[in-house]
Nanobody
Framework: QVQFVESGGGSVQAGGSLRLSCEAS????????MGWHRQAPGKQRELVAS???????NYADSVKGRFTISRDNAKNSVYLQMNRLKPEDTAVYFC???????????WGQGTQVTVSS
């Protein structure tokens, strides 16, 4: 079992910044790539950024150039620096592995990000 605890969300105006943090605990030896997912009201959860165990990032087109994902393997932690936030970034943000395995591992509570115009 793996547990994820997300933090760092909040309410900001458009153009602002937030930094999300996530700490994984439990059977973390089974985790390689990590990702940040988000779910907006009435929409499906989507993967917005991922990072390999070696630190190579990938981003959804909607956040490319504005979000930066990073990780600290020693702390079993992953971070998401979000700059130039837009109202459409409003969502609950979750950390987990990319892909279908995320549902097997289970989801944390997430952290709410609200961007006002």
């Amino acid at each position: 079992q793996v547990q994820f605890v997300e933090s760092g969300g909040g309410s900001v105006q458009a153009g602002g910044s937030l930094r999300l943090s996530c700490e994984a605990s439990g059977s973390t030896f089974s985790i390689n790539a990590m990702g940040w997912h988000r779910q907006a009201p009435g929409k499906q959860r989507e993967l917005v950024a991922s990072i390999s165990s070696g630190g190579s990032p990938n981003y959804a087109d909607s956040v490319k150039g504005r979000f930066t994902i990073s990780r600290d393997n020693a702390k079993n932690s992953v971070y998401l620096q979000m700059n130039r936030l837009k109202p459409e970034d409003t969502a609950v943000y979750f950390c987990n592995v990319p892909g279908r395995r995320a549902d097997i591992l289970g989801w944390g509570q997430g952290t709410q990000v609200t961007v006002s115009s």
